[in-house]
C-alpha cells in the first residue's frame, strides 16, 4: 500500500530565505507526482506536476524534482515571501488513477 | 478551460439529518472523479471514486455514499449523519493517465 511522508510538519523561515520542503514514498510505480498549495479553509490549488518519466519541473519561484528510483520528490522555493504561507501537499497519482497524499507541511514566512 | 464547482462552501447539520453535497466539473468530458474528506492533524483521505457514470469506488467503510448521475457531476450523500462525519469535504478531478488534478474549493461541513 502506497504511503506518503512529508517532512517537515511544520517550518518557518524569515521572509527571503530559499527552502526545501520535502516527500518520500513506498511504492515507486506511479503515474506522477503533484504539489499542491492548501491556504486555511480553502481547496487546494495545483503547483507542479511532475511525470514518472520526468526529472524536474519549474514555475516561477517554485522548483520540484523527483526521484522514483529512490521515492523522493522536493519542492524548492526560493526567495520566499509571506504570501508563500500555506500548507504544502504532495500526492502521488499510482495505477487506480486516485492521489495519495502526505500530512503536508504548514510553512509560515514571517516578514 | 476546465473548472470544478463544489457546494455549499459551508453547512452545519444537526446528528441525523440528511447530507447532500453536490460537485460538478465542466470544459471536459469522462473526468475521474473523487470526493475526499479532510480532518484535523489527519490529511487527506480518499473516500470515493469514479470513472465514468454509475462506476462509484469506495476506499473506506463508512455512513456516506456517493453516485454519478451524469458525467460531469458527483454527489456525496448520507442518509442519516453522524458526528464524527464533521470535516472538510473536497471534490477533485483528473484526466487518465499522467494528467493534473484539480480541487475544488471544498465544503465545511459541521455536525451539531
Known amino acids: 500500500k502506497q504511503e506518503v511522508t512529508q517532512i517537515p510538519a511544520a517550518l518557518s523561515v524569515p521572509e527571503g530565505e530559499n527552502l526545501v520542503l520535502n516527500c518520500s514514498f513506498t511504492?515507486?510505480?506511479?503515474?506522477?507526482l503533484q504539489w499542491f498549495r492548501q491556504d486555511p479553509g480553502k481547496g487546494l490549488t495545483s503547483l507542479l506536476l511532475i511525470q514518472s518519466s520526468q526529472r524536474e519541473q519549474t514555475s516561477g519561484r517554485l522548483n520540484a524534482s523527483l526521484d522514483k528510483s529512490s521515492g523522493r520528490s522536493t519542492l524548492y522555493i526560493a526567495a520566499s515571501q509571506p504570501g508563500d504561507s500555506a500548507t504544502y501537499l504532495c500526492?502521488?497519482?499510482?495505477?487506480?488513477?486516485?492521489?495519495?497524499f502526505g500530512k503536508g507541511t504548514k510553512l509560515s514566512v514571517k516578514p | 478551460s476546465q473548472t470544478i464547482h463544489q457546494w455549499p462552501a459551508t453547512l452545519v447539520q444537526p446528528v441525523g439529518s440528511p447530507l447532500s453535497l453536490e460537485c460538478t466539473v465542466e470544459?471536459?468530458?469522462?473526468?475521474?472523479l473523487y470526493w475526499y474528506r479532510q480532518a484535523a492533524g489527519r490529511g487527506l483521505q480518499l473516500l470515493f471514486y469514479?470513472?465514468?457514470?454509475?462506476?462509484i469506488s469506495s476506499e473506506v467503510p463508512q455512513n456516506l455514499s456517493a453516485s454519478r448521475p451524469q458525467d460531469r457531476q458527483f454527489i456525496l450523500s448520507s442518509k442519516k449523519l453522524l458526528l464524527s462525519d464533521s470535516g472538510f469535504y473536497l471534490c477533485a478531478w483528473n484526466g487518465d493517465g499522467d494528467t493534473e488534478a484539480f480541487f475544488g474549493q471544498g465544503t465545511r461541513l459541521t455536525v451539531v
Open positions: 500526492a502521488v497519482r499510482g495505477s487506480q488513477g486516485n492521489l495519495i
Open positions: 470544459g471536459t468530458s469522462n473526468p475521474n
Open positions: 469514479s470513472v465514468g457514470i454509475g462506476q
Open positions: 511504492d515507486s510505480a506511479i503515474y506522477n
